[in-house]
């Protein structure tokens, strides 16, 4: 979609179904802007997520967001009803913010360290993670 960004903060809101976002594999949706990659996101077993992102030099662009998930489902083929297309996830309107969110913005959430704080819960080593969002 093409659209001109009000400010460099830019959110969005996913639902993911369980029924392509299962198990410890989940799937990956990823947001780009203008051609470059700007978030992976790690979805797993369903639900909704508001991801948000400062993105800057795009205030007052048209800029071009495209996004991917590498898992689909047809709700035909398991039975839910008689829809034969190959869904995602569902996407809200892109919406530009004014102010900072208090969840903050970025590709990652905070992680706790481990005793001595040298290491991230999911192995690495700083105060951010490897980009895995759980739902």
């Keep these: 979609m093409h659209l001109r960004a009000e400010t460099n903060l830019l959110g969005m809101r996913v639902v993911a179904q369980s029924h392509n976002s299962k198990g410890p594999e989940g799937l990956t949706f990823d947001v780009s802007v203008d051609g470059e990659l700007l978030d992976s996101v ?56 004014r102010i900072m969110p208090r969840e903050g913005v970025g590709f990652y959430g905070w992680e706790k360290t481990d005793v001595g704080g040298q290491r991230t819960a999911d192995g690495g080593f700083g105060g951010r993670g490897s980009g895995r969002a759980f739902l």
């Design 42 to 97: 790690w979805l797993v077993d369903g639900g909704s997520r508001y991801l948000y992102w400062y993105v800057p030099g795009i205030k007052g662009k048209v800029i071009e967001i495209e996004t991917e998930v590498d898992r689909t489902f047809k709700p035909i083929r398991l039975g839910i009803n008689e829809d034969g297309r190959e869904l995602g996830v569902a996407v809200s309107p892109v919406w530009f913010l």
